[in-house]
């Protein structure tokens, strides 16, 4: 089993920037993609950003260009960069792991195990 535990949300105004962590416990996660994702009041969770096993970086089209997702493997973490941003980058931002070894996509069903979120509030 593995536990995981966002941080880094909170208020932020419009332009500005945020960074996020994850910290995955429990057996190690170095040989799983992890993601970000969001959702935001009343719409479904969506993908934002993967980081697979082998340090392949995939991102959606609304934050490619201006998002960062990286992971320390030694320390089980992974991070989520954000500028530039938007009003509707509000939303609360879950991390997730795939739910197979060496195995990844975009779809949440391939992602086994979530944090319980942390919210991102971008003001205008």
């Known amino acids: 089993q593995v536990q995981l535990v966002e941080s880094g949300g909170g208020l932020v105004q419009a332009g500005g920037s945020l960074r996020l962590s994850c910290v995955a416990s429990?057996?190690?996660?170095?040989?799983?993609?992890l993601a970000w994702f969001r959702q935001a009041p009343g719409k479904e969770r969506e993908f934002v950003a993967a980081?697979?096993?082998?340090?392949?970086?995939d991102y959606a089209d609304s934050v490619r260009g201006r998002c960062t997702v990286s992971r320390d493997n030694a320390k089980d973490t992974l991070y989520l960069g954000l500028d530039s941003l938007k009003p509707e980058d509000t939303a609360v931002y879950y991390c997730?792991?795939?739910?197979?070894?060496?195995?990844?996509?975009?779809?949440?069903?391939?992602?086994?195990?979530w944090g319980q979120g942390t919210q991102v509030t971008v003001s205008s």
């Open positions: 429990g057996r190690s996660s170095s040989t799983y993609a």
């Open positions: 997730a792991r795939g739910a197979r070894e060496y195995y990844y996509t975009r779809s949440l069903t391939d992602f086994g195990s």
């Open positions: 980081n697979t096993w082998t340090g392949v970086r």
